[in-house]
C-alpha cells in the first residue's frame, strides 16, 4: 500500500551524464506529472501524462524526456545533466480533484 | 493563463497566535483552489481544497480558508499556532476541466516558543 513512490530518493551525478529518475503509482490513476521544486520558485511542471503513451510538455520540459509506456510508471530522464537540473523533483499522481506527491528525489549535479 | 501569488516568503508567528498566509489567484475559468504543506525533507500533503459549494473550507490539523471570488482570494488560517505547524505552505489553483496545478511560490511559516 505505497500509494506512490519514487527513486532513488538521493541521486549525485556528473555534468553531461545520463540520468533517470522513476516514479511508480500503485492506484492506477490516469494522470501523472513531474515537477521540480528550487528554492524562490515553488513548483514547476516539467511533464505531465494524461495516459498511458500520452504525455505532453509543462512550463519547464528543456533537457527533460518522459515516457510512459505502463500506467503506474513514469520515468523521467535527463538526457545530459547539467548544473542548472539540481533540483528537487517530485512526481504527483491526479485523483479526483486533488493531486498525490511523492516522497521527491533530491538530484544534485556536479 | 493562471497564476497564483502569496504573499510573504517567510512568516513567523508566537506559539498560540493566529497564522495567516495570504493567497490571491488569477484563472480565466473557475478556480480550484488548494493550500498543501510540506514539512523538512517531505513531499507535499493536501491541506485542503475549495472546488464548489461553500466558500469557507475546513482542513486538517485546525487550518480553514476562505474563497473570496470578489477579492480573488483564498487566505489560509488558523486561530491558535502550533510549533508543529512550523513548514512551508503553497497555495495552488487549478482551472475546473484541467488537472494541471498552478503553485505559488510558497510561504515558510515559523513558530516561536
Known amino acids: 500500500d505505497a500509494g506512490i513512490t519514487q527513486s532513488p530518493r538521493y541521486k549525485i551525478t556528473e555534468t553531461g551524464r545520463q540520468v533517470t529518475l522513476m516514479c511508480h503509482q500503485t492506484?492506477?490513476?490516469?494522470?501523472m506529472f513531474w515537477y521540480r521544486q528550487d528554492l524562490g520558485h515553488g513548483l514547476r511542471l516539467i511533464y505531465y501524462s494524461a495516459a498511458a503513451d500520452i504525455t505532453d510538455k509543462g512550463e519547464v520540459p528543456d533537457g527533460y524526456v518522459v515516457s510512459r509506456s505502463k500506467t503506474e510508471n513514469f520515468p523521467l530522464t535527463l538526457e545530459s545533466a547539467t548544473r542548472s537540473q539540481t533540483s528537487v523533483y517530485f512526481c504527483?499522481?491526479?485523483?479526483?480533484?486533488?493531486?498525490?506527491f511523492g516522497p521527491g528525489t533530491r538530484l544534485t549535479v556536479l | 493563463a493562471q497564476s497564483v501569488t502569496q504573499l510573504g516568503s517567510h512568516v513567523s508567528v508566537s506559539e498560540g497566535a493566529l497564522v495567516l498566509l495570504r493567497c490571491n489567484y488569477s484563472?480565466?475559468?473557475?478556480?480550484?483552489l488548494f493550500w498543501y504543506v510540506q514539512y523538512p525533507n517531505q513531499g507535499l500533503q493536501l491541506l485542503l481544497k475549495y472546488t464548489t459549494g461553500a466558500t469557507l473550507v475546513k482542513g486538517i490539523n485546525g487550518f480553514e480558508a476562505e474563497f473570496k471570488k470578489s477579492e480573488t482570494s483564498f487566505h489560509l488560517t488558523k486561530p491558535s499556532a502550533h510549533m508543529s505547524d512550523a513548514a512551508e505552505y503553497f497555495c495552488a489553483v487549478r482551472g475546473a476541466g484541467s488537472y494541471q496545478l498552478t503553485f505559488g511560490k510558497g510561504t515558510k511559516l515559523s513558530v516561536i516558543p
Open positions: 484563472s480565466s475559468v473557475p478556480p480550484y
Open positions: 504527483a499522481t491526479a485523483g479526483g480533484h486533488e493531486q498525490f
Open positions: 492506484w492506477s490513476h490516469s494522470y
